[in-house]
């Protein structure tokens, strides 16, 4: 028999988890979301964009001009960083992982990504081609050995589905 439902794709859920994990960042200007899936399709970890532990991101600074102590950047932890940072197994498990970000990752993250033997980055968007940020991470995974393919958000609607 024929599913009514939709079923997603491996690529479509994680990137759906990724999108809405995105959706927990305070940042006003870019939601980031980060998952971290095993070999066997296994969610390791997940991360967004935010702040170190005892900062409060209400009141955080989310300016990205100014004085630099005024600004995100010295503070913010990408979430691809945090969710490394959030797995709690053993380093390991990373190694051959793959990693779903809805942004493509900075070079600070692609020098992590690298480290712990990430073997594959999926991304959504990469709205800063041409930035110095950008091509130093894909000169960093491409020695790396780590791939790197697109996959959009998927558009999906699933609240309607619970109702009675
Ligand atoms: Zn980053």
Redesign the pocket.
């Given at each position: 028999m024929e599913s009514k439902h939709r079923i997603l794709s491996w690529d479509e859920y994680f990137m759906g988890v990724a999108a809405i994990t995105a959706k927990r960042s305070k940042d006003p200007h870019t939601q980031?979301g980060a998952v971290i899936v095993g070999p066997d399709q296994r969610i390791l970890s997940i991360g967004y964009?935010g702040t170190p532990r005892g900062m409060n991101d209400d009141t955080f600074p989310w300016a990205r001009e100014g004085e630099t102590l005024r600004t995100k950047y010295p503070y913010v932890i990408?979430?691809?960083?945090n969710a490394v940072l959030n797995f709690r197994g053993l380093m390991r498990e990373l190694h051959g992982a793959t990693v779903y970000v809805t942004h493509f990752?900075?070079?600070?993250?692609?020098k992590?990504l690298a480290q712990v033997g990430i073997a594959e980055v999926v991304y959504a968007y990469n709205p800063y081609p041409d930035s110095m940020?950008t091509r130093a991470?894909e000169a960093i995974l491409d020695a790396a050995g780590i791939k790197t393919r697109v996959v959009p958000v998927p558009d999906i609607t699933i609240a309607g589905d619970y109702e009675a």
């Open positions: 980031v964009n990408h979430a691809e960083r990752p900075c070079n600070e993250c692609s992590e940020e991470a």
